[in-house]
């Protein structure tokens, strides 16, 4: 445990868990989806679902995907904001099953059409799990560069990534592998120590059999 979870992180809002999360929460789907976000389909769950008005989650999520930090002015006017970006953006009540009481499910649209979906839970003091991408159920907390690798699930994958991270000194500090049947689409999650250089991101992507490489700055 380090001060930030103690203290929370220095921010705008009544409340680390409805405010800051979020915004983090809305960041980190925007650093998915990479291209700006054209179309914003929100959905809050649990506690998220019934004070997100009450508490600014709501203007949290949207200054998140609009690239504002927990501290920016500008959270206040991001509904206003993302109308003068041409931000289309729904908000929606619903029930995730299971989910932690702080869970918002966002759907992203950039306008060459291309989607990202995100769930994310707020945990309180500003942390937060991302508890899906798409399909796949992960646990990232944000706190650390991590390289997300959709790839075919054949022999040989896990060394070929990580031995170019070796070759580059790029420490792992967390590996873990995903998929959802044998010899179909498999996803790497590594979390790793310090910063990457985007040239690394680019020899893991030219291996013929790896679908896509994401690199997510910590936030």
């Known amino acids: 445990m380090d001060v930030f979870d103690i203290l929370g992180p220095v921010m705008l809002g009544p409340s680390s868990s409805h405010t800051a999360g979020a915004v983090r929460i809305g960041k ?3 650093m998915l989806l990479k291209n700006p976000a054209v179309k914003a389909d929100i959905y809050f769950s649990g506690s998220f679902a ?5 508490h600014g989650t709501d203007k949290a999520i949207i200054g998140g995907i609009l ?3 927990t501290d920016d002015i500008r959270i ?13 953006f729904n908000f929606y009540k619903t029930d995730i099953d299971g989910a932690h009481p702080n869970t918002v499910l966002i759907e992203l649209t950039d ?9 994310g839970a707020s945990v309180g003091g500003g942390n937060i799990i991302i508890t899906k991408i798409g399909d796949t159920e992960i646990g990232i907390d944000g706190k650390s560069t991590t390289i997300i690798v959709h790839h075919m699930d054949i022999p040989g ?3 070929d990534v990580t031995n170019i991270l070796a070759r580059r000194g790029v420490n792992i500090g967390k590996f873990e592998l995903k998929r959802n049947n044998k010899g179909g689409i498999a996803v790497m999650i590594i979390e790793i120590d310090g910063e990457i250089s985007e040239s690394v991101n680019d020899e893991i992507t030219k291996f013929p059999n790896v679908i896509s490489s994401t690199v997510l700055n910590a936030i």
């Open 67 to 69: 690239n504002m930090d």
């Open 28 to 30: 980190y789907a925007a």
């Open 76 to 88: 206040r006017e991001s509904l206003d904001i993302a109308v003068s970006k041409a931000l289309d």
């Open 111 to 119: 306008k060459y059409e291309n989607k990202i979906s995100v769930q």
């Open 157 to 159: 994958m896990i060394s």
């Open 50 to 54: 019934k004070t997100y008005k009450r």
